[in-house]
């Protein structure tokens, strides 16, 4: 399942690049949670903290307990990290998007689909694995989303396939795909043609040049 961190913040009453420019000059990031029932709000997270807290994460799905201190009350609002912004050249977070979910109700999202074991087709008869969907669209409660997904291939042969209604999903979880899309497959293996031989070129006519005949001789 997910870890539930949990990453201070402040309220942001500061707007306009100016405002952000100093919130960065302070070592902070500037955010924004929207979502749920409560209006959107501008905040501000400490770079440090959410730089170490995205280094330390297993995948995209980050479900953040905000405990958001205005100076004479601290508010909790759980959420999911929904967009990173870093920059292009340095990769340091420039801004941070919060989607506010309750921890009651169910959420959609997309999961990380990792194969575990060598498919019997690939070990024994030399296949390739194939792996047409890299994530799979999920439903659940926040506190059952799962980091990532592992799907067994080992049994898997040349020509066979792992369809979204065979992944064993966790508890709680439930596939919102296509049931009948295929996940992973093992494809026969490809074998390289041989270059059809090159035929000898024929060797050029050599056209000798025809010598002149000699004159007959005059008669006498």
Do not use: W
């Not at 340095?90 to 990792?114: K, N, P």
């Not at 040349?158 to 093992?186: C, N, Q, R, W, Y």
């Not at 031989?197 to 050029?204: K, L």
Request: aromatic fraction near 2%; hydrophobic fraction near 40%.
């Amino acid at each position: 399942m997910a870890k539930q961190v949990k990453l201070s913040a402040r309220p942001r009453k500061e707007s306009g690049r100016n405002a952000v420019r100093t919130v960065r000059a302070r070592g902070a990031v500037p955010a924004v949670i929207y979502g749920g029932k409560e209006a959107p709000a501008n905040l501000e997270i400490s770079r440090r903290d959410i730089e170490v807290l995205l280094s330390r994460a297993v995948s995209e799905n980050i479900l953040v307990e905000l405990e958001i201190n205005d100076g004479s009350k601290t508010t909790n609002r759980l959420s999911l990290i929904q967009e990173v912004q870093h920059h292009p050249v340095r990769g340091e977070v420039l801004h941070v998007d919060f989607h506010a979910v309750s921890m009651t109700e169910e959420i959609d999202a997309e999961v990380v689909l990792e194969p575990i074991g060598e498919p019997i087709g690939v070990k024994t008869f030399g296949g390739l694995l194939q792996q047409t969907m890299r994530a799979l669209q999920i439903q659940c409660l926040p506190q059952n989303l799962p980091e990532i997904i592992t799907v067994d291939v080992s049994a898997l042969n040349i020509g066979e396939a792992i369809h979204v209604k065979d992944v064993v999903l966790p508890a709680g979880v439930t596939a919102t795909a296509d049931p009948d899309l295929t996940v992973f497959s093992v494809a026969e293996p490809t074998v390289a043609e041989e270059p059809a031989p090159v035929e000898a070129a024929a060797a050029p006519e050599v056209i000798k040049e025809k010598k002149p005949e000699p004159a007959a001789a005059e008669k006498k």
